[in-house]
């Protein structure tokens, strides 16, 4: 079988499902190690990353955790050879009897060590022979890409806020906007609660009537067991604020190496002023513990309340980058013939064939 690669506007890659297995393989002759590492070998994933520059997203005790709420299994891609690793976690979808790849929840993408020559050919040859169509990599804005150049890769229309925590404490306040500020004056360490105990309870009680309040996917509707995993990592604290002797909102941290994410906030109505204190409570947290980055995320929407309630801390933008890259041309453009899309590669929903072409009035 040929070796392409078709790539309209930006890259993405894929994996093969060799659980736990490894096969050398180099086109150019190197002696390259690829394997796909299950979420049942917790020391394999975590030794994969070992020396690697990662995010929490990358580990193990995220994958693990939203595991417990998809279908679709998750694996840790890994490559290595003298000179170079990489590592990056991935979720295999079937559609109509055909595999694509997608990131899993998080801002992952690709982590590396070194460098591995040819590695974008070697691991398009890679997905192509192991039969998967495409796939969808969202990359991290704080780990370096260093493969698949900034004149391949698909800007989404979006960006995500970083506060940078390596700044002292008196340069990260005067980045606050003047609203911000004036509303610290008002915020009392007293107030807040740090019993994890306490606080996963208040997200498991309240968090649906959170998301339903606020029409979100189906995608946030995570299992009690995901939720008991994520606060069960030892990478994870909640921190949430206490009125008249009750929670009313919660906020859930991550982190990995210097990396810090903001992951979620889950609050009940009158609770919600209170994501803004438990945001810069847990960025000091973070310094204090060598952290010297926390994303934010981004808007929903560029410029959205969202994005602006972001802005007010005074964080550094950084582009959200995905990858996309279509490995098997033939089965790709068949597959959105069936739902009706155009194949083509833009900064809108991929694959297209996951969303049905609108009918005509």
């Not at 694996?75 to 979720?91: F, I, K, Q």
């Not at 909640?238 to 929670?247: N, S």
């Not at 995320?297 to 969202?306: H, N």
């Amino acid at each position: 079988m040929g070796r392409s690669l078709w790539c309209v506007s930006c890259p993405f890659v894929a994996f093969q499902t060799v659980s736990g297995g490894h096969v050398q393989q180099g086109t150019k002759g190197a002696l390259l190690e690829q394997s796909l590492i299950p979420p049942s070998d917790q020391e394999a994933w975590t030794q994969a990353l070992e020396g690697i520059e990662h995010a929490f997203a990358h580990g193990y005790d995220n994958c693990a955790a939203f595991a417990l709420s998809q279908d679709q299994p998750s694996y840790l891609y890994s490559a290595r050879c003298e000179r170079g690793r990489v590592a990056v976690p991935v979720t295999l979808r079937s559609k109509n009897g055909h595999t694509d790849l997608v990131s899993p929840y998080g801002f992952s993408g690709f982590a590396s060590v070194g460098m591995i020559e040819g590695f974008e050919e070697e691991f398009a040859a890679f997905a192509e022979e192991q039969g998967w169509v495409c796939g969808y990599i969202a990359q991290h804005p704080m780990v370096p890409l260093r493969y698949f150049g900034s004149d391949r890769a698909g800007h989404l229309n979006r960006i995500a806020y970083v506060i940078d925590l390596s700044q002292p404490v008196e340069d990260l306040v005067r980045r606050l906007s003047q609203n911000r500020r004036r509303q610290m004056r008002h915020w009392s360490h007293s107030d807040l609660s740090f019993d994890q105990e306490e606080l996963l309870a208040f997200v498991l009680g309240e968090r649906e009537q959170f998301y339903d309040a606020r029409s979100a996917a189906s995608l946030y509707y995570f299992s009690d067991a995901t939720w008991r995993a994520l606060a069960a990592s030892s990478d994870t604290i909640l921190i949430g604020r206490r009125e008249k002797g009750r929670i009313v909102a919660a906020s859930i941290f991550a982190w990995a190496g210097e990396i810090g994410d903001y992951l979620f906030n889950i609050s009940v109505p009158e609770g919600q002023p209170a994501s803004a204190q438990l945001i810069w409570e847990a960025a000091l947290l973070l310094k204090q513990r060598g952290i010297t980055s926390l994303t934010l995320g981004g808007g929903i929407s560029e410029g959205d309340g969202v994005a602006q309630f972001k802005r007010r801390f005074g964080p550094d933008s950084h582009p959200l980058i995905s990858l996309r890259q279509v490995y098997r041309v033939g089965d790709y453009r068949a597959l959105c013939q069936t739902a009706g899309v155009s194949p083509e590669i833009g900064s809108g929903f991929f694959p297209p064939y996951y969303k049905p072409a609108r009918k005509e009035a």
